[in-house]
């Protein structure tokens, strides 16, 4: 049984999840955030909570934790386009430095280590879906890259803390995850959409919205990230929902659930943004036991609610974090 876990990037969208998630199970968490793109407003609610500690720092730098660590689960990194783009050296240190100091601390506490690693290392894919064997189809110098080959090293780096190191690592390779506490203006399709149609600006999506994305519910994500770090499995392993959809069509979507009359409008596309995207998660199923569990028209609908009583509040971008 996991006693006690470190989350970094446990104040970001997901990281907050996961925190919720093991402490619920009755996992102690603590909780590493610089809260350069996470928010304290994420994990306000578990401040004071028994089991619950919050360590400010950047994980650049130094980083040490007392007592012992049974896992370390690294989330740590910008996430959305807007915050890597803003924030390209940072991203790429968080994904080199950070990921080699996570890496050393599980290594001191002896502690399973996950990677959250990410679709995006198999770039505009040129195979589809894309399973845990492609190499990807990445631009090292292109303005996603920052993200991309942090990533993509993040990855190399585990390997060879596992093979030369001797530490017990996992890497999960999350595809678009979608939920409650994500930023209204994140710069992610979902909560763009969300937020203009809410709000009666028209829904912009970019190109002609042709390009394919899979979206899965964070609740169903976090199952994922916990099941592989309960298990020996070294992955990498996709976890992402297999359903696959157009851009316009989930813009359409998010209208119609919200009840908007607001116009689609076209934009210019971003460089590099992947055609299509969608996992093939064969792995996660027959080795790790998991598959998502909740509809897409369900977890739209729990992400359009959350999002209208945010909007509500007049103050929901600095309200929540990446």
């Not at 080699?100 to 770039?123: D, M």
């Amino acid at each position: 049984m996991t006693e006690r876990a470190v989350v970094t990037g446990g104040a970001g969208f997901l990281g907050s999840h996961l925190c919720d998630r093991l402490l619920a199970e009755g996992t102690s968490v603590v909780c590493i955030d610089n809260f350069l793109t996470g928010s304290p407003r994420n994990i306000a609610h578990l401040i004071g909570r028994p089991g619950f500690r919050m360590i400010e720092c950047d994980l650049t730098g130094f980083v040490h934790v007392p007592g012992d660590v049974d896992l370390v689960l690294h989330l740590a990194s910008a996430a959305s386009p807007v915050d890597y783009l803003k924030l390209p050296v940072e991203t790429l240190k968080v994904g080199s430095l950070g990921t080699l100091h996570a890496l050393g601390l599980a290594r001191e506490k002896s502690a399973r280590f996950i990677l959250a690693s990410t679709s995006e290392v198999y770039g505009d894919p040129l195979c589809h879906p894309q399973s845990e064997e492609y190499w990807g189809n990445v631009n090292p110098v292109g303005p996603r890259s920052v993200y991309d080959e942090a990533k993509r090293y993040a990855e190399a780096l585990t390997t060879a803390y596992r093979n030369s190191r001797g530490v017990d690592t996992g890497i999960v390779r999350i595809f678009n995850t979608y939920g409650p506490r994500m930023r209204p203006y994140d710069g992610r399709a979902i909560p763009t959409f969300i937020r203009q149609a809410l709000t009666g600006q028209p829904l912009t999506v970019t190109g002609d919205g042709s390009q394919t994305r899979s979206i899965c519910y964070v609740a169903d994500t976090a199952a994922g990230v916990l099941t592989l770090a309960r298990d020996d499995f070294p992955g990498p392993v996709n976890i992402g929902n297999p359903e696959e959809m157009t851009v316009l069509d989930l813009a359409k979507t998010i209208r119609d659930l919200t009840g908007s009359s607001a116009p689609i409008s076209f934009v210019d596309r971003p460089v590099d943004d992947p055609a299509v995207r969608r996992p093939d998660t064969t792995l996660a199923r027959d080795r790790l036991g998991w598959r998502p569990t909740v509809p897409s028209g369900d977890g739209l609908r729990r992400t359009i609610d959350w999002f209208a009583a945010e909007l509500g509040t007049g103050d929901a971008d600095r309200a929540t974090g990446s």
